[in-house]
């Protein structure tokens, strides 16, 4: 296992050049961003593990990922800390040529459908973007604790320092002002 700058970052020249047969590699890092959506994510600079299977598919690649690591957020009930461990997997095929996939003419061609392969860079392929899409599409917007929240619906005890018996929880705070 390779500890590396950027986990995502695989070399596929064995696989491009080589034999013909699948490689697999893993990697250990940091994140080089946070991926997720705002209340719970991979944070930035956090260890991820990323183990790829690259399949040589003549003048490209297919590389099958699963990424490991823990996630931070918040529940959105109560606040609590969350750090759950996560598993995604990815699958994308990378061109190692310009003639790797020729399909219908220039004019007919459907631009921006999402569907481009991407290309292998200096016998390098990037899976950071494919790991964005796929836990932005799979990790929960609102996030709560399991099995069900605790603490849903308290509101902190006093503080002893304002000389209130009771104060209003945190998040309506701000609203205050409004009444």
Request: glycine share 10%; with cysteine.
């Given at each position: ?128 973007q ?24 308290e ?11 009771e ?13």
């Amino acid at each position: 296992m390779a500890v590396m700058a950027n986990p995502f970052v695989f070399n596929v020249a064995e696989a491009v050049h080589g034999d013909g047969l699948p490689v697999t590699t893993t990697q250990t890092g940091p994140s080089p961003s946070r991926i997720g959506p705002e209340m719970i994510a991979l944070p930035e600079g956090a260890e991820v593990t990323v183990e790829a299977t690259i399949t040589p598919l003549g003048s490209g690649v297919l590389v099958d990922a699963t990424a490991t690591g823990t996630l931070e957020g918040e529940c959105v009930r109560c606040l609590a800390r969350l750090t759950p461990e996560f598993s995604a997997t990815v699958n994308q095929v990378f061109s190692a040529s310009d003639d790797f996939i020729v399909g219908a003419d220039d004019d007919d061609q459907d631009k921006g459908s999402g569907d481009e392969i991407m290309a292998v860079v200096d016998d390098t392929v990037d899976l950071e973007q494919a790991f964005i899409d796929e836990m932005g599409m799979t990790l929960p917007f609102n996030p709560v604790c399991e099995p069900e929240c605790v603490n849903a619906g308290e509101v902190p005890s006093p503080d002893g320092i304002s000389g209130e018996e009771e104060r209003v929880d945190p998040r309506w705070a701000g609203l205050e002002k409004f009444l």
